[in-house]
């Protein structure tokens, strides 16, 4: 079954909305030049590209720049395409029309169904599922930046802009010329001829392409790519190192004021007396706005003053009485006991069945189980959420580092009661997403702010400690794994039941309230990972209770894998380590059926000398996973400094497809580790009487740069299409830490953070 027979709510008519329009050929997303932005002299070919009169390329660009490298890798599909350097190639915000929609994204983050599961599911499920996506197919185009997708989706319409656009302008050329098309010639954004001489730029040619019809449009076939493929610089990396690049929070414009946020400390509270007088005559302090809890965030308000610094002070000067939530306090310890009793109590939602595991358990002449454990954890975006709003009569204006431009127009259209397109998104860098900024909250407030501030510009920023207290968490889960072997060691069936929140119905809810279903539908990446694993256990059973403890919850890098693979790699450890083998060998004999997995994982034990002496005082953990269509393994060497793990060196193999730019895939590599090792060892948030307990990067530290590992990056040559980097190596870093310490220790570390 896999991942092959798992549906999008369900494949009938409706199901088509969604899914078929997300495979159509690429060219029915191409869309007209009226969509992109007019400017003097340009010419547009189709709804991704224009020519302007000095023969650049101007790519709309749909997706955010988040560090992920997006803003180089799909002009890099252009460049190729087009046949013109990649310094040729300048991009601009796209507008909010569906041709620009990612599809993948939104297919990922749907609730689904798997179709041998209908039946016994119930009729009211999947007409709950066609519903969703019936409604989802009519709002169709949500430009959004997250999932590993940005790439996936780009990867044929972007490629068939470009064709399509030179087809054109080679056609404009033919016809200018009355010389044969297959005669023609383009390099460097100049159409030739040899035999006559002839020859212009796409500058020159760009107005009569327009109106030249295509043709027959081909994509280049691999052999003649001449950028896919290579490191090329990112495009962003001048702007990042001298200080021009502009990030939400670096937005200034004339006359601009700062509000600072202050929000109940108590999850889901709000403010009871306040008394604003102290704050109001402090330098500088212009106003205090309340802030009721939008999208389900917790209420409070925001200090309007002059200058950020002046705000902060007075919105800790404002003299308040909070109140905690009607349902009372909301306790980490008391969720983690309630899970537990979900695991050994509650029926499941079953994601993957084959064989039976429980009477394969039953007769096995060996067993193990073993309970494991993830905490609630933050973003800690290096850069705070914030937001500039600027509302002029029926006119709004933001400015916001956002993963989600559609839905920061809409969340303050809300807000402001005006039409969605009298809202207008600038989208800036984003100093780290990692899917905090698939969230409107703090857009939603700094409107609410704006519109107290008349026809002023208001950036609206959180304060580190309310960006860690008051976050969309990723839930806590509790797992309980066990799994059979026969007398010769060899695993034989694998039972894995889970517990925790669901994040997709929870953000659908918040992000896009039109498209929010009657009731929760089983969310894929509750238990993704787990239902999908590439081992051929002959007997499996894989299934998770879905609660809702009330802790605000939302998408984090690798959402369901970054917690799942801990669980399934560390148990694979525990399981080797039962049956005396050597875990690489292990692994080995359950891939036989799985051909890409192991060459990933031989290519990583190979590359980092498994098996080999290592330094004195250090031992080698591996874990194998594959997330959003890319397989990732990775060896860590560790060792322990006073007790304390310390991770030397971390070897990364990847197969992601095709490869655009192995540079940037390196450094998605580097990055994950790095954010993936700060969740390992340190990360989780702890609430106590309401009141989550970590604040600032003290209580909640992220690895340092004399603390971070040297990361080596291996790419498996593959002709797959593409997958998703940004979150693909986030997941096994964990387990392979944990089993790394298993050997130093001998102790078997079940729940993070590994430091806990």
Same mark, same amino acid.
């Given at each position: ?42 010419i ?44 040729? @190639? %300048?991009?601009?915000? +796209?507008? $909010?029309? !569906?041709?620009?929609?990612?599809? /993948?994204? &939104?297919q990922?983050? =749907? #609730? ?25 197919g ?5 430009n ?13 319409? @972007? %490629?068939?802009?470009? +064709?399509? $656009?030179? !087809?054109?302008?080679?056609?404009? /050329?033919? &016809?200018?010329?009355? =010389? #044969? ?50 490191? +090329? ?17 670096d ?19 709000s ?13 500088g ?24 610094w ?26 983690e006991?309630a ?155 694998l ?81 080797a ?21 192991l ?43 006073a ?33 993936a ?9 702890d ?70």
């Amino acid at each position: 079954m896999k991942r092959r027979t798992w549906l999008l709510g369900t494949a009938a008519a409706t199901g088509a909305l969604v899914v078929g329009w997300g495979l159509l050929p690429a060219r029915s997303r191409l869309g007209s030049g009226a969509l992109m932005l007019p400017g003097e002299g340009d010419i547009a070919l189709n709804g991704w590209i224009k020519i302007t009169p000095d023969g650049a390329v101007v790519l709309a660009m749909p997706r955010s720049e988040m560090g992920q490298g997006v803003h180089t890798a799909l002009p890099m599909l252009a460049a190729e395409e087009l046949d013109v350097p990649l310094a040729s @190639v %300048r991009i601009e915000q +796209a507008s $909010a029309d !569906a041709i620009y929609g990612n599809v /993948a994204l &939104l297919q990922a983050a =749907l #609730p689904f169904h798997p179709l041998e599961q209908e039946s016994a599911d119930g009729f009211g499920r999947v007409r709950a599922g066609r519903w969703l996506v019936g409604k989802l197919g009519r709002e169709l185009g949500i430009n959004a930046t997250g999932g590993s997708t940005s790439v996936v989706d780009a990867w044929e319409v @972007v %490629r068939a802009a470009a +064709a399509t $656009a030179r !087809a054109s302008l080679l056609g404009a /050329a033919s &016809l200018q010329w009355r =010389l #044969p098309l297959e005669e023609l010639r383009v390099k460097h954004g100049v159409v030739s001829h040899a035999a006559s001489g002839r020859s212009a730029g796409y500058g020159e040619l760009a107005r009569f392409a327009a109106a030249t019809p295509p043709g027959e449009v081909r994509l280049k076939d691999p052999k003649e790519w001449t950028l896919i493929g290579t490191p +090329a610089p990112r495009l962003d990396l001048a702007g990042k190192v001298d200080g021009s690049a502009r990030f939400g929070i670096d937005v200034r414009l004339p006359g601009m004021k700062f509000a600072v946020v202050r929000m109940c400390p108590m999850i889901g509270g709000s403010p009871g007396r306040v008394d604003t007088a102290r704050a109001l005559a402090m330098q500088g302090v212009e106003r205090v706005v309340m802030l009721p809890g939008y999208a389900s965030q917790t209420a409070g308000f925001a200090v309007v003053a002059d200058g950020y610094w002046h705000a902060k002070q007075a919105a800790q000067a404002v003299d308040v009485e909070w109140r905690q939530r009607a349902a009372g306090a909301l306790d980490s310890r008391r969720i983690e006991r309630a899970l537990e009793e979900a695991v050994r109590r509650e029926d499941g939602f079953v994601f993957y069945e084959t064989g039976d595991a429980t009477a394969a358990q039953r007769n096995a002449p060996r067993t193990v189980e073993a309970w494991y454990r993830a905490p609630f954890v933050a973003h800690a975006t290096l850069e705070p959420m914030n937001c500039t709003a600027r509302v002029i009569g029926r006119k709004v204006e933001l400015w916001a580092p956002t993963q989600v431009p559609q839905m920061c127009r809409d969340a303050a259209a809300r807000v402001a009661g005006v039409r969605r397109d009298d809202v207008t998104v600038h989208v800036t860098y984003l100093g780290g997403g990692f899917g905090r900024r698939l969230e409107v909250d703090y857009a939603a407030q700094a409107t609410r702010v704006a519109m107290d501030c008349e026809g002023v510009a208001v950036q609206l920023i959180w304060p580190r400690e309310e960006d860690t207290t008051h976050d969309y968490y990723r839930p806590m889960h509790v797992a309980r794994l066990s799994a059979a072997l026969d007398d010769k060691g060899r695993a034989q069936s694998l039972r894995i039941k889970s517990a925790g929140d669901s994040i997709s119905p929870r953000w659908i809810a918040r992000a896009m309230p039109q498209l929010a279903g009657p009731i929760d539908l089983p969310d894929k990446t509750d238990s993704e990972g787990l239902f999908d694993l590439p081992y051929g256990f002959a007997h499996q059973r894989i299934e998770h209770v879905a609660t809702r403890m009330d802790v605000p919850v939302g998408f984090w890098r690798s959402v369901g894998h970054s917690h799942n693979a801990f669980f399934s790699e560390s148990f694979m450890d525990e399981l080797a380590a039962e049956a005396r083998q050597n875990p690489l060998e292990f692994r080995r004999a359950l891939l036989s059926q799985a051909p890409r997995h192991l060459a990933v994982l031989e290519l990583a034990a190979e590359k980092s000398g498994w098996g080999t002496k290592v330094h004195p005082g250090r031992a080698q953990g591996i874990a194998l996973h594959e997330s959003f269509d890319s397989i990732v393994a990775q060896v860590a060497e560790v060792s322990l400094e006073a007790g304390r793990p310390r991770v030397h060196r971390v070897v990364c193999a990847i197969d992601c497809g095709v490869v655009v730019n192995p540079g940037i895939v390196s450094q998605q590599m580097e990055g994950a580790v790095v954010w993936a090792l700060s969740a390992a060892l340190h990360s989780r948030i702890d609430i106590h009487d309401g009141v989550v307990q970590q604040g600032n990067f003290p209580q909640y530290p992220v690895i340092g740069m004399s603390q971070a590992p040297h990361v080596e990056t291996w790419i498996v040559p593959s002709r797959h299409d593409p997958g998703g980097v940004g979150e693909a190596g986030v997941a096994p870093l964990a387990p392979a830490v944990a089993n790394a310490l298993f050997v130093l220790t001998g102790e078997r570390r079940r729940s993070l953070p590994l430091l806990a």
